[in-house]
């Protein structure tokens, strides 16, 4: 039985199970899934005879979940292999043959994909086999009619719509849970006195493990439910603890934490606000505890008269403002300090040796800060500065991939990064956040506690090897250190020295204090997601399990603000350069804040007054040049009928009906509309979330809707309905392109990544399943367009550095990736035969290259900025700057003929599956119908 929980040194992040007598974590589970129980059993693999099978027999413990079964074999050779419940195709009792040796309690399960972990004990990415594959497991104990009874009631959950399917599964959990009772037998005195006793869950970085509480007079226990803890039960001696903490958990006010005396703790969620404080009350009511009391205003004037060091100041704040090493969705942030990372010393006394600590992350260049000004400037509703957080999962783990490759490979879908992109230099890292428009991290305690081991790769990982033939290893420490240890030693130094001693004060008002949020966040260029803030979201009023499960796996993959400790200007520290004529500020008025809550916006329908049909006639020069020559093939003649402005800012995305009758189109202005071209007339209109749509893609039912918005979910929209029926988070950033083939879905972001999802078009289904994630493409800058070929073979993709990017799907392997220009990809689309990919660059080049042989065809300076294209037939139809439309030759690149449409540039375009109507979309809030002659 264990004393007290784990300890709250970051150290303690690396998982717990190593060396232990089985490699099964919860780590190796999906977010969200629930461990129920494990049997001992024997795996017998496929093979030719049963003599073979039996030969190479494999002993272990088979683990039922909620989501799929897992075998982990005694011998550490042999992978841990995981079977989701989705990827079955039939699971049976076993009918051994006449004389078989193999034991009558087996059952066979045949999937068509299955999941490797942990071969030879090592950790790697996790190895994904899709080919049909059959398993025999036979059990040592145990009836096989029981557990085959809970594995295809669990198998059947996986075909159900997903609200059912939660539903489901709750009520299995609420079953088993409501059996259990704490076993009394734990107690370390029979005669202590129960006091309470709850349900709550025991948090650990990524992962939470349901149990038991129970509360007596002398102890805390915790009690799992399921035997994945080392220990039966967990305690704490109340004379033990020192500080009992509510906390945010997942965004509720739910958790509790522990800390005793021996530098360790003990993070517990409950079901409710209501149950936490009821548990925290009675803990604090206990004669036999005696908590050491903490008062901020105390420990900032200890601070700021230097009684306490500035590292010791930054993690008390993050202490009392809901940062926790249990959970890494809220683990402690620290600043970057330190500017100089290629001098041969560090050099304390000058001020270019360290950041800017009045101005965030995002804001310490001024280019990079004039990208996020111009993108809010177009925001409406809700704005932020940044897309992505100073801290989250990702960051941390980021930076703790050698200490805790188990979270990273978790949190990633059992893959590393990609080498270029894993923590390899300190120096390249501070260049990134300074200029990457998808980077704004800070950093975290580790950088400042020796010896610095989570730089050094002490566990021999295969991180793989760099573009420029450099295998990733140890991270790479800056010249003026001589190792990771002297590395942190300086870091710390750096921190403490008297010139960010006189300023830190600037960056706790940024992360703790009155600059955090609101009027002042604004003006010091630190707004971020409303989401990240505390009380934006109150999610004990979420009913639906899906919406509830979108909004839970954000939280984890997207970052959360610190708690608001302060409302004024905190004061500065007094050092040897302060100046005697300034004599620091007191800490009167510093306080703990109780922030209003933020309501989200629900999606609203518009008044469609404005939206009046405007029809346009053209001069006469324009007319003249819609003529086409014989030689344009079979474009005839390009006319403009009409344009109607339909949206109140930029219109980002339009596509057409199946039949080319009805136009879709979205906006920044949060907006779906939906026209007919026939009647002219606006057939729906409606908000979609709380900031800027920016794509859209239309189903082959011409009445289901995928949309992509700067909140970093994809929405299924239902037109019959006029309302979105799933929302999916999809990217740690802004969504910026999708596109939907043959039930494969790809998607971009700002977040840097392409991720390819399923997701089933079924005509009978009115209510289409949310996408299901396959896999995630890493890249090295934001990316701005995707494209799938019409076979969904290869995704090809685009960034805002000019790099164009080619996978094969099947494979899941790149073909290739080219700075094919020197500014941003506009645009980018497959031919219809999938031979050809075109590009358009912001520098104004058009070129089409060859993904088979990896070669440009042809390229071409365009007369102007070109934003978007289609193909139709052998010609390309540019939409550009000026707001035309210019129509070339495919082959040739020869223009055959140009026409103005909008007054400013046409950002989006769409053409019919006939090729007789085009529809365009422009920032001057039109919509443009066109026609093409016979």
């Not at 136009?663 to 026939?678: A, E, G, N």
Request: charged share 25%.
């Amino acid at each position: 039985m264990a004393e007290a929980g784990v300890s709250c040194l970051p150290s303690t992040l690396v998982a717990a199970k190593r060396g232990s007598s089985e490699r099964f974590s919860l780590l190796l589970l999906e977010f969200g899934e629930i461990y129920f129980e494990d049997f001992s059993a024997i795996y017998y693999p496929n093979a030719s005879t049963e003599e073979e099978s039996i030969e190479r027999k494999q002993r272990g413990r088979l683990k039922v979940c909620s989501q799929s079964v897992l075998f982990d074999p005694l011998d550490f050779s042999d992978p841990v292999i995981k079977i989701a419940y989705r990827d079955c195709q039939k699971i049976e009792i076993w009918k051994p043959f006449t004389n078989s040796r193999i034991s009558e309690n087996s059952f066979v399960v045949v999937a068509s994909q299955v999941t490797e972990m942990l071969e030879s004990n090592s950790i790697a990415p996790y190895k994904f086999i899709k080919e049909q594959r059959r398993f025999l497991f036979s059990l040592n104990y145990g009836s096989i009619h029981t557990l085959l009874s809970q594995i295809l009631t669990l198998h059947r959950a996986t075909k159900l719509p997903k609200a059912d399917q939660h539903s489901l599964i709750d009520s299995i959990v609420l079953g088993r849970r409501s059996e259990v009772s704490f076993n009394r037998s734990w107690l370390e005195d029979l005669y202590e006195e129960t006091v309470c006793e709850t349900t709550g869950e025991r948090v650990t970085p990524l992962v939470s493990n349901p149990g038991r509480i129970m509360l007596t007079s002398s102890r805390l226990y915790f009690q799992p439910f399921n035997n994945v803890e080392p220990d039966p039960v967990l305690k704490v001696k109340l004379t033990d603890l020192k500080h009992v903490m509510k906390r945010r958990y997942m965004l509720r006010h739910v958790g509790i934490e522990f800390f005793c005396s021996r530098n360790s703790t003990i993070f517990l969620a409950l079901s409710s606000p209501r149950e936490r404080n009821s548990l925290y009350d009675l803990v604090l009511s206990q004669p036999h505890v005696q908590l050491q009391e903490i008062r901020l205003q105390d420990v900032t004037l200890r601070w700021q008269t230097g009684e306490m060091s500035n590292y010791d100041y930054l993690m008390l704040l993050n202490f009392l403002s809901d940062r926790s090493f249990n959970d890494i969705m809220q683990y402690p942030v620290m600043p970057w300090v330190v500017a100089d990372y290629s001098s041969e010393t560090l050099d304390l006394t000058r001020p270019e040796t360290f950041r800017d600590l009045s101005k965030p992350i995002g804001a310490l260049t001024q280019e990079r800060l004039a990208f996020f000004k111009e993108r809010y400037s177009e925001m409406s509703g809700r704005k932020f500065l940044y897309g992505t957080h100073y801290s989250a999962p990702g960051y941390v783990l980021y930076y703790l991939v050698r200490a805790a490759p188990e979270c990273l490979l978790s949190l990633q879908n059992g893959r590393f990064d990609q080498p270029n992109r894993l923590f390899h230099s300190i120096g390249k890292t501070w260049e990134n956040v300074n200029t990457d428009h998808a980077d704004v991290k800070e950093l975290i305690p580790e950088f400042y506690q020796t010896p610095g081991s989570f730089l050094l790769n002490l566990l021999n990982l295969d991180l793989g090897v760099r573009t420029d033939g450099v295998r990733v290893n140890d991270v790479i420490v800056p010249p003026w250190a001589k190792d990771a240890e002297d590395f942190t030693r300086q870091c710390r130094g750096a921190l403490e020295c008297d010139y960010i001693s006189a300023r830190l004060h600037k960056w706790i008002d940024l992360i703790f204090g009155y600059r955090q949020r609101g009027e002042e966040a604004v003006k010091a260029d630190n707004l971020f997601h409303y989401l990240t803030y505390e009380g934006a979201m109150n999610l004990d009023i979420i009913y639906d399990p899906e919406e509830l499960a979108a909004i839970e796996l954000q939280i984890k993959e997207f970052g959360q603000t610190p708690k608001q400790l302060f409302t004024s200007p905190h004061p500065r520290k007094v050092t040897q350069a302060s100046s005697p004529l300034t004599p620091a500020p007191t800490t009167a008025g510093l306080g703990l804040v109780d922030p209003e809550p933020l309501h989200p916006l629900h999606p609203q329908f518009n008044d469609p007054e404005e939206d009046e049909w405007v029809h346009v006639e053209l001069p006469q020069e324009n007319q003249e040049n819609m003529k086409l020559s014989a030689s344009s093939g079979g474009i005839r003649g390009l006319k403009l009928e009409h344009l109607q402005k339909m949206h109140k800012e930029p219109v980002s995305s339009v596509k057409l009906s199946r039949n080319g009758r009805t136009v879709f189109s979205v906006s920044h202005d949060k907006c779906i509309k939906v026209h007919s071209i026939d009647d002219r007339q606006l057939l729906g209109s409606a908000a979609v979330s709380d900031l800027p749509l920016s794509c859209l893609a239309v189903l082959p039912d011409s009445q289901t809707l995928l949309i992509g918005s700067w909140d970093n979910h994809i929405y299924t929209y239902s037109v019959e309905c006029a309302a979105a029926i799933h929302s999916t988070y999809c990217h740690h950033s802004s969504v910026t392109s999708l596109c939907w083939r043959a039930n494969t879905l790809a998607t971009g972001s700002w977040d840097s990544t392409v991720k390819i999802w399923r997701l089933v078009f079924d005509s009978s289904n009115n209510k289409p399943e949310p996408p299901e994630i396959q896999f995630e493409l890493d890249h090295d800058n934001e990316v701005s367009c995707v494209d799938m070929d019409a076979g969904v073979t290869m995704v090809a993709s685009g960034t805002v550095d000019g790099y164009v990017t080619v996978w094969r799907i099947p494979e899941e392997e790149r073909i290739f990736e080219l700075q094919v220009h020197n500014d941003g990809v506009h645009a980018l689309l497959f031919s219809p035969d999938g031979r050809r990919l075109l590009t358009c660059g912001g520098e104004g080049i058009i070129r089409i290259l060859d993904p088979a042989s990896k070669c440009e065809l042809i390229s071409k300076k365009a007369p102007e900025v070109f934003h978007c294209a289609v193909w139709n037939g052998d010609h390309i139809i540019f939409g550009t700057e000026s707001g035309e439309l210019h129509v070339w030759e495919a082959k040739t690149f020869k223009e055959v003929m140009r026409i103005k449409g909008h007054s400013g540039p046409v950002t989006c375009l769409d053409i019919s599956e006939c090729g007789r109507t085009i529809v365009t979309g422009g920032r001057d809030k039109y919509i443009g119908i066109w026609s093409i002659g016979s």
